[in-house]
């Protein structure tokens, strides 16, 4: 933490007569206490019913020299339990309005749902479709936005990775991992990714693209996932899709190559009466997920099966939107879930989660 930091610190005596800068650090963290109640099938080895635990600590800093352009940031964050665990170290600059350089650890730009914080989803769990997705990773990021009359109509990202993975300083096989995702926002951008409705029309229509290559030589394999999505609130109203696909390619003809695919729907809607219209919200989901075409996959076995989860939820909110209301909330959600392939397995889920950020 102290060394990313350094470089701001050093930086502000040097200038402070000439340009009277502006330096600000600033702590945040989360807490989420929860409890699981999870269907126990015959064939389950443990049960895993019981209560849970997530906690983060931030810190980030800004420096602005005067009325320039420029800006520099930094933030770490770490997770807490049930260790401690560097989740992202990154040091920023913008030296426009409309573009922004990132280097560090951070989350690889791929998938609306994921880089959505864990505390602002309307849902206390990520869909089927994430499961062994590309997360966080070492690397450098460019952002560029398209700002007309005052509002930012679309943004690209392109970012170079080690692609071995959070907290792995090596890159062992010597190759990057590139992703790519761009969106169009024609009523303007969230000052961040959160999910639900604000309030505010919000439209968000785009995709990404990640490579990676996994080991090397004969072990090696070739990762290209492809992703779209639909983001849309208006009033009490939310709406968001994803379709995500993989091709996996190997090195070693004897290994069969696969496709990866799934996709989700979420609806979420305030009550539309007097006070409840900010503080209750009903959510539904609805998701499948292929993590192997090529193979009947089984929960016994090393792959998932084809499966498809619907949930249903209930959201109450401490303040009500246009204000951060997913930082006081309490979550209730029912998930059923159905294999397609293989044995059946019950695992059908109820989920309470509160959060508190600050």
């Not at 959160?194 to 995709?207: H, K, R, V």
């Not at 072990?219 to 779209?228: D, F, L, R, T, V």
């Not at 909330?329 to 392939?341: G, I, N």
Request: charged share 20%; glycine share 10%.
């Amino acid at each position: 933490m102290v060394p990313l930091l350094l470089p701001l610190l050093s930086l502000h005596p040097a200038i402070a007569a000439d340009n009277d800068p502006l330096f600000a650090v600033t702590p945040y963290g989360f807490v989420v206490p929860g409890f699981s109640y999870i269907q126990d099938d015959p064939e389950a080895l443990t049960a895993q019913d019981g209560f849970t635990l997530a906690a983060r600590l931030g810190l980030e800093s800004r420096l602005q020299v005067g009325n320039t352009p420029g800006a520099i940031a930094a933030r770490v964050e770490v997770e807490l339990t049930p260790s401690p665990l560097l989740k992202d170290a990154v040091l920023s600059y913008r030296p426009a309005s409309f573009l922004r350089v990132d280097a560090g650890q951070f989350k690889v730009p791929y998938g609306l749902g994921y880089l959505a914080s864990d505390t602002r989803r309307v849902l206390p769990s990520t869909p089927l479709i994430y499961t062994d997705m590309t997360g966080r990773d070492m690397g450098v990021m460019v952002t560029a936005s398209l700002p007309i009359q005052k509002k930012t109509w679309a943004a690209a990202q392109f970012g170079a990775f080690n692609g071995e993975g959070a907290n792995r300083i090596q890159n062992v096989n010597q190759r990057f991992m590139y992703a790519a995702r761009g969106v169009f926002t024609p009523f303007g951008a969230r000052d961040r990714v959160f999910e639900g409705s604000d309030g505010a029309t919000y439209l968000g229509i785009g995709g990404g693209w990640l490579y990676n290559l996994i080991g090397a030589d004969d072990s090696a394999e070739e990762i290209n996932q492809y992703q779209a999505e639909l983001q849309f609130s208006w009033n009490v109203l939310s709406l968001q899709g994803e379709y995500l696909f993989g091709e996996h390619a190997f090195a070693n003809a004897s290994v069969q190559d696969y496709h990866q695919m799934g996709w989700y729907g979420t609806i979420g809607c305030f009550i539309p009466a007097p006070w409840v219209r900010e503080h209750i919200q009903l959510v539904g989901r609805y998701a499948q997920s292929e993590p192997d075409d090529e193979v009947v996959g089984d929960f016994s076995g090393q792959v998932a099966p084809n499966s498809e989860e619907i949930t249903g939820g209930l959201n109450l909110y401490w303040v009500g939107p246009p204000r951060p209301f997913h930082d006081l909330k309490l979550q209730f959600a029912y998930s059923t879930f159905r294999e397609l392939e293989g044995a059946k397995f019950l695992n059908d889920r109820f989920t309470t989660a509160a959060t508190v950020r600050f």
